[in-house]
Each structure stands twice: as structure tokens, then as C-alpha cells.
């Protein structure tokens, strides 16, 4: 299968075309635009239907062909298993004339046996027929097993496509990282060091997925070195990914890892996410100046010693049908991904990316590491790393936070290192508007998506500068932020979200009276399953501090699982797409699962002295290259743009259905405080 969709993909070029363009070399855009009044510059479908005749009686199956046909077809576009037919009279008169010259075509490439022992024959006599293809790709045994041998082969065509004009090579995972530098002088130092020494004797690297199970704070990162390092020592293993749900995380990991390994080996690490995609030296020598927007192969397709991207990275090059997104997945063989806080993954689709995590680890010897302080019921199975039961409850103990529940008073929250986190962003205006107005003297700051990422990162750095204050936020630092507050206050919330923010509390043990508070809800629509947020109101009752919290966990998921018809639905309907190997309703369910886009509007907000720079930069598009390079700039309106007013924005851009606020009204648009939350009140 891989090597005929490699040797045949591109045949479909001896479209007239093609070979128009190919052989000229001084009026190649004239003579393109003339040959295309009559035919259609495409190669993928002809190649297509080609192969289908060429493989005819090859001793192949039909079920390999139609896998070899699907990948040829989809190899510029999307894999898909329903092809169809094709019609148009340009789209005739190309395939009729490609059938005229591939009897010249068969006699040059006689010398050749690959191509020579093909069905030529078949392929010169039924060429001719209108093209439709019977592709039925839904009639497997092994559903799974077919699915991922797909992708993987669609995998290896494009890396082998798209790579052909750059040096290839093989990684093999061998640097060395020196983590002695991240053990800190801590009142948890012990508790940390004994945590990482029983991970790193009972890890079994033989073992194909394995759990660690530990709360926020206890020293994970440095035991996820620690186990790099070894995979160091092991020819066999290529490369090392982590994933993480956030970039705020990934961020933090990027900073440990460059204070553990010498420069000279950053090169080898790479960084990608929709903002960036380079080598960590690349980013550290940048900064956060102007970012190349360069297509490199080698960054695209994974094939770096250790690479450093989002969850989200990750399930777009399992389920995607995108080429882009596809090409990358043949780089996880003999590989090891290490997945942080797995548990934001949708229990829907979990227990599906569980069975492909084994099937993967069998045919492309990746091994996994899933690593969260609370694990699904649906992932529950896998073996953990064995931990002392002693040690986690000394560190739970350490840590501890008084917890109550009780309305929010504005009036009476401290004024200290405090959180106050709501489920909306209209609720967190409300709340900022309150606070702000009841303590007018004091330090009051306020985030979400509405403040662009270039400031929220700013807000973040500088907290730990500031003696006292209140920071009112979103969901936007409930995880990832390397932040010890003395007082959060939580809107009710499901218990995952709970213990994310628990972990911004009390993170070294020196403040015994670090407490969380969790406030009702309003009963307005909150952005949480209804079933996880009901089972946890009834579970935290009578909680008085975070230690009965992780008792209640394992029972809660078990429960959630049981109830949740509406998860083991979904997830059978997951299961039945793949079984039918309907590639584009996979990733729609996944992509509405995990991806689902905010309905909000995303603004640039440039500083005012590159607001010319930034429009010529956007007048191309939004590309992801261009949104690697702004990304930065990036806010979402809280609202519809119509009840902002389209008077503000730029008219030329936004034509183009990208907002960037004239210069004269960067102001008005953009509050320094409130950013783009500001508008919520028009709503």
C-alpha cells in the first residue's frame, strides 16, 4: 500500500497542464493562464483513477487498492473514504487527453519494472469511461486497526511528498538534561524528592501507556525529565513529544527544559503551537520580536529529536483528515508522548483515543505516558506508576486548604494575594465593576479572552511583583499558572475544575491558612456539562478542606460514567464513524468535541506605533502564518460585531472578515483595563 501510493501518486502530472508548465521557462504564468481556458490543473483525481486500472490483477486485494486510491486522491486535500464521481467538461476534455498520451507514456517508462509490470492494458481501455469511483472503504473487520493503518500510510505519503526536495534523516533521542537545577529549597523538598525517586524506581519503560497519578505542585515536571533522560540511553526510541492542553504550560515547560540542557541542543527541540512553530533556540533569541512565517518541512512533519506542542496538536493528527494535520502522525513511531493533564481530553472521545493509543504502542511502537492529578474513570484501567500512599498523603497534608462554601460578599474579601474566578465573562465584568467600585484604593486586575494575549502574558509575569491585590479572571488561569495565591474565590464548578484551581493555592506548603471559597452559581447557563456540575454539588457537600476532595474523586468519575448516557452515546457514535472509515465525520465530531470555536469575533490590537506594520501584514489574509506572526495581538469580542459597530474597524480588512480597529479608535475599542470586555454591557 505505502509503496505504491508513493510510486503512483503524482502519474496524474502528465496532465497537459503540468507538462505545459513544466517545460516552460520564461512565460510560465501566460502560458499557464492560455492552457487553462481549456483544461483543469489538478493531478490528484487522474492519478487517482489511473492507479485504480494500473493495480487491476496485481495480486492485490480490492480492499488494498481502494486504500491506495483513497490516499492517492486526498494526498493535496483531505483523506475521505466516499470518492464519488467527477464531471465538468474541462475536467472530460483534461482526462481525455492524458488517455491520448499514456500509451507514449507506458512505452518511456518500460524501462522500468515497477511500472512495467503494471495493468497497463486495463488502464489504457477503461481510462476512457467517465470516472466514478467505487471506493467502499466501510467493509473492515478491524475497523481501528484499518483506520490507523490509513492514516498512517496517508501519513507516510505526505512526509514522503512533501519532504522530497529537503535532506531526510532519522532522529534518535539522545540529549541530556541536567535537572539537578530544578530541586528548590522548599518546605516540600523532601516529600518532592521522595515523589520523584518512587516514580523514577517503579517506571517501567517496557510498559506501552502508563499513568502517573499526582496532584498539582508535587514536582511532575522534573520527573518528566528525569524519564527523558533515560529514553536517552535507548537507540530505539527516535523522538520525545509533550503535549499539554495549554500554552501557559507549555510555555512553563519550555522555560525548565532551556535551563536544563546546554544551548548548542536547543536547536534540536521544537516548539509548535498556533502562535509559533520554530527551535527553542529560535524562540529564546526572538523573543517576542517578529516571528518568521516560513513553511519548513522539518518542523511541519515532527521530525525533531524532542518536540514541545498542545493536546489539541495532538488529537488533530489522530482524528484530522487534513493533509497538513496527517502528514505528522508517522513521525509518533518509535516515539514516546508524554500527555500532561489528560483529563481535559472529552470523556467522549477518551476511551476511543485510548483503544488507538494501544493499537498504536502494537504497530508503531509508541509508548505513552498520561499524566494528571485526576484520572477518568474511562482511562482508569491503565497501569499506574506505583507511589506511596504515605507520600501523597504528606504532601495533600502540606498543602492543605480550608475549603467552604458560601456566597460571594464583595464586601469582605481580603485584599491579599487574592483570585476571584468566575464561569463567563460577563459575570467576571459584573464582578470586577463591584470590586473595583468597593475598594477604589487598591489593586484590582482584570482577565480574560478580551484582553489580548500579549497583555494577559504581561499581567501573569508581573503578579508575583505585586504585595496585594485582587485579580478577577475566567477559566483563563485556573491551570498552567505558576501562581501562589493566598485567597480564591470559585464559582461553582464541576470537581476537575476544582482541583485545577486548588493547585494555585498554597503551592509550598508555607501558608496553612490558604483557603478556597466556592460561591453559587447564578443559575444562569454555565459552560460545563450539566450532569458533571449537578454530581459534584451533591459530592461537595459538607467539604471542609482539599484532602476530602481527592477521597471523592474516584468515586465521582465512577458515577459521572454511570449516569452520563449522553458521554457512552457520543463515544459509541465516535466508534461507529470509524467503523464505516467516514474520515470527514470523525474529525467533525472531534473538532465540535474539542475545537469548538468561540462565536465571538477575534480582533488584532495592535500598539499604535505598528498599527501600519500589523494592517499590510493582515492585508494578505489570516493565515496561520500570519496568525503565528499577530498572534499575540489577538482578543475575542464578548459580543456580536454588529452591536459594537463596524464604524470602528478598518473597512479594508474587514471585507476580508478580519477586525483590526482603525488607529483612531484603538482607544476606544480596547479599555486598558477591561480590554475588549468593556462591550459586554452592550449585549
Not at 75 to 92: A, C, Q, W
Not at 443 to 450: D, L, M, N, V
Amino acid at each position: 500500500m505505502a509503496f505504491y501510493s508513493g510510486l503512483l501518486h503524482d502519474i496524474g502530472k502528465i496532465n497537459p497542464v503540468y507538462q505545459e508548465i513544466f517545460y516552460e521557462t520564461k512565460n510560465r504564468k501566460q502560458v499557464e493562464e492560455k492552457i487553462l481556458e481549456k483544461y483543469v490543473k489538478e493531478h490528484s483525481r487522474f492519478s487517482a483513477w489511473t492507479v485504480d486500472k494500473l493495480l487491476e490483477k496485481r495480486g492485490l486485494d480490492h480492499s488494498t487498492i481502494d486504500k491506495i486510491t483513497v490516499l492517492i486522491y486526498g494526498h493535496h486535500s483531505t483523506i475521505r473514504g466516499n470518492l464519488g464521481s467527477v464531471e465538468g467538461n474541462k475536467f472530460t476534455a483534461t482526462k481525455d487527453t492524458i488517455s491520448q498520451v499514456l500509451p507514449e507514456f507506458r512505452s518511456q517508462a518500460s524501462n522500468c519494472s515497477k511500472f512495467s509490470e503494471l495493468n497497463w492494458d486495463s488502464c489504457l481501455e477503461e481510462f476512457q469511461y467517465p470516472v466514478d469511483f467505487q471506493v467502499n472503504l466501510s467493509e473492515f473487520k478491524n475497523s481501528l486497526d484499518d483506520y490507523l493503518e490509513i492514516s498512517c500510510a496517508f501519513s507516510c505519503l505526505l512526509q514522503a511528498d512533501r519532504g522530497s526536495f529537503d535532506k531526510w534523516y532519522i532522529p534518535n533521542f539522545d540529549l541530556k538534561l541536567q535537572t539537578q537545577s530544578l530541586i528548590s529549597d522548599s518546605p516540600l523538598g523532601k516529600i518532592r524528592t521522595d515523589f520523584q525517586k518512587q516514580v523514577m524506581d517503579n517506571f517501567d519503560e517496557a510498559q506501552g501507556i502508563s499513568i502517573i497519578n499526582a496532584p498539582t505542585g508535587i514536582g511532575k515536571t522534573k520527573v518528566f525529565l528525569d524519564i527523558i533522560n533515560q529514553y536517552s540511553e535507548n537507540k530505539d526510541v527516535e523522538r520525545i513529544f509533550y503535549f499539554s492542553p495549554l500554552l501557559a504550560l507549555t510555555e512553563d515547560f519550555e522555560s525548565k527544559i532551556a535551563s536544563v540542557i546546554s544551548k548548542n541542543q536547543q536547536e534540536d527541540i521544537l516548539i509548535y503551537n498556533h502562535l509559533y512553530s520554530g527551535s527553542l533556540q529560535d524562540k529564546r533569541e526572538e523573543g517576542e520580536t517578529r516571528i518568521s512565517n516560513q513553511w519548513i518541512f522539518e518542523n511541519e512533519s515532527f521530525n525533531k529529536k524532542f518536540v514541545i506542542t498542545t493536546t489539541q496538536r495532538l488529537l488533530m493528527t489522530i482524528y484530522s483528515n487534513k493533509s497538513r494535520d496527517k502528514m505528522k502522525m508517522a513521525s509518533f513511531r518509535n516515539s514516546v508522548l508524554i500527555i500532561d493533564e489528560v483529563q481535559t481530553i472529552p470523556k467522549s472521545i477518551l476511551s476511543n483515543l485510548k483503544d488507538i493509543f494501544k493499537k498504536m504502542n502494537q504497530y508503531m511502537r509508541t509508548k505513552f505516558i498520561l499524566v494528571s492529578a485526576t484520572i477518568p474513570h474511562e482511562i482508569s484501567d491503565i497501569k499506574r506508576v506505583e507511589l506511596s500512599l504515605e507520600t501523597l498523603k504528606d504532601y495533600l497534608s502540606q498543602t492543605k486548604k480550608q475549603i467552604s462554601l458560601q456566597p460571594l460578599d464583595v464586601k469582605t474579601i481580603p485584599i491579599k494575594k487574592t483570585l476571584v474566578m468566575a464561569n463567563t465573562r460577563k459575570k467576571a465584568v459584573q464582578l470586577y465593576s463591584e470590586i473595583k467600585q468597593e475598594y477604589q484604593d487598591k489593586k484590582i486586575i482584570y482577565i480574560s479572552t478580551g484582553i489580548r494575549k500579549k497583555d494577559r502574558i504581561r499581567i501573569i509575569q508581573d503578579l508575583p511583583k505585586i504585595y496585594e491585590y485582587v485579580l478577577v479572571a475566567t477559566q483563563v488561569v485556573e491551570a498552567g499558572v505558576d501562581i501562589d495565591f493566598s485567597h480564591v474565590f470559585r464559582e461553582q464548578t464541576p470537581l476537575d475544575n476544582l482541583i485545577q484551581v486548588m493547585g494555585r493555592l498554597n503551592r509550598e506548603g508555607k501558608n496553612p491558612e490558604a483557603k478556597l471559597v466556592i460561591y453559587p452559581t447564578d443559575g444562569n447557563p454555565i459552560p460545563y456539562s450539566p450532569l458533571e456540575f449537578q454530581v459534584t454539588q451533591e459530592k461537595i457537600l459538607g467539604i471542609t478542606n482539599s484532602m476530602q476532595i481527592y477521597d471523592i474523586l474516584d468515586q465521582y468519575y465512577s458515577e459521572i460514567s454511570e449516569r452520563n448516557t449522553s458521554n457512552s452515546e457520543a463515544a459509541e457514535k465516535l466508534e461507529r464513524l470509524i467503523a464505516r472509515m467516514d474520515f470527514d465525520g470523525v474529525w467533525e465530531f472531534v473538532r465540535n468535541k474539542v475545537f469548538q470555536e468561540d462565536s465571538r469575533d477575534t480582533v488584532f490590537i495592535p500598539d499604535i506605533e505598528y498599527w501600519d506594520e500589523v494592517k499590510n501584514g493582515l492585508l494578505c489574509g489570516v493565515t496561520r502564518e500570519s496568525f503565528k506572526e499577530f498572534g499575540n495581538l489577538t482578543a475575542s469580542l464578548p459580543i456580536s460585531l454588529d452591536k459594537v459597530g463596524a464604524e470602528f474597524f478598518d473597512e479594508e480588512l474587514i471585507e476580508k472578515n478580519i477586525l483590526l480597529p482603525k488607529k483612531e479608535h484603538l482607544e476606544i475599542i480596547y479599555d486598558k483595563d477591561m480590554g475588549l470586555d468593556k462591550w459586554i454591557t452592550k449585549e
